[in-house]
Nanobody, 125 residues
Framework: QVQLVESGGGLVQAGGSLRLSCAPS????????MGWFRQAPGSEREFVSA????????YYADSVEGRFTISGDNAKKTVYLQMNSLKPEDTAVYYC??????????????????WGQGTQVTVSS
């Protein structure tokens, strides 16, 4: 198991932007897919966006497509999430995650093996 470290969360007004970063800590690891989830109070953890390193493809949840952009560096296994036009409903703890066991385009949390501790994103109205 590898620890991932997120950064870049904070408090922002509706319509504003934030950029999240995620990088592994410790030993290097194999990653097929790396991306972001979020969890609001009282809600299930939900998929946000991910990169398939093997397919060189990015994909998104419908709720954020067009507003969020994921990018990354395969060699460094580092990913970023540029969040624009933020809405109060985007408020959540955002988690970075990586899968070294599932190929394709996974969206379920159970498909991911390594996780960060999360970074809080709060969007005020």
């Amino acid at each position: 198991q590898v620890q991932l470290v997120e950064s870049g969360g904070g408090l922002v007004q509706a319509g504003g932007s934030l950029r999240l970063s995620c990088a592994p800590s410790g030993r290097t690891f194999r990653s097929y897919v790396m991306g972001w989830f979020r969890q609001a109070p009282g809600s299930e953890r939900e998929f946000v966006s991910a990169i398939s390193w093997s397919a060189t493809t990015t994909y998104y949840a419908d709720s954020v497509e067009g507003r969020f952009t994921i990018s990354g560096d395969n060699a460094k296994k580092t990913v970023y999430l540029q969040m624009n036009s933020l809405k109060p409903e985007d408020t959540a703890v955002y988690y970075c995650a990586s899968s070294h066991t599932v190929l394709g385009f996974p969206r379920a949390p159970r498909s991911f093996d390594d996780w960060g501790q999360g970074t809080q994103v709060t969007v005020s109205s």
